[in-house]
């Protein structure tokens, strides 16, 4: 993987300016309802690997004892205000070894960082470790090789004297690789004054739907395919992946 994005590093204290955790709870919701109709008892415990500012488990929280794992330590101090009743570890979802199991692992937009099958194939060993028998791991990648679009987007919000607001630029697919460039301008405001201007490159990992079901299906799981149903997308624009871990 290249190095860290500055937004998860020296910029991750503006990241609920750019994704505010309020604007999560439709699909918090979506994910703990496939969770709860793909696990084969009421599950209780969750993990999520990649949890950056904790904006999903702002409200899984609520029904789910939670475990927050992400790789920037920087990601998990403003996780770690936001959700302070959550466990909070930093490690790698390649290579991450609790040695427990819980009823359920989830990995939203997090697992578009794994850019290559190899590092794919490794998160989703990682999750099929930590999920007990009869359990389910949730996979929600932002995009499929088959649903992927160039798309341009802009956001972000004020709070108190602070702003920050974005441009979003997602290029065509890299040919050669499963990969897509995505392009972000930050600009970050306190009071009147600009206090900075930044640009940077995320690189993210595509998929075909075959390929992720070959990768559930080869780590021990059952694979399952769920379209994504947010009111702003038109459904079917994505779709999320299911394993399910056999009970013993
Ligand atoms: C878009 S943010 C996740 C936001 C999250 N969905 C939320 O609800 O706030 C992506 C996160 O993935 C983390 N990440 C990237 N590669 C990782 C890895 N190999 N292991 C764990 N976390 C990783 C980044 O540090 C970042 O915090």
Redesign the pocket.
Known sequence: ?ES?PKL?TELADW?HLL?P?ED?AEEAEFYRQGIISACQFTPRTLLE?????????SHLKQHFEMTL????PE?LAI?RELNPECEHIQ????T?RLNRQYDAVFI???ID??TTAS?LRS?ISTAYLHCKPGGVALFAPDDTLESFQPSTTHGGRDRGNRGLRYLEWTWERNPQHNTCTTVMVYIMRQGNEVVGCVQERHLYGLFSKNDWQTFLTEAGFKPRSILFEYSSAELGSSEIFLGLKPAK
């Open positions: 993987m860290l998860y990241w994704s955790p999560y690997l990649g949890s950056g500012g904790g904006n999903n488990a794992v992400d790789i920037a990601m996780s490690g790698d979802m390649r991450l939203h937009d997090a960082y794994m590092d998160a």
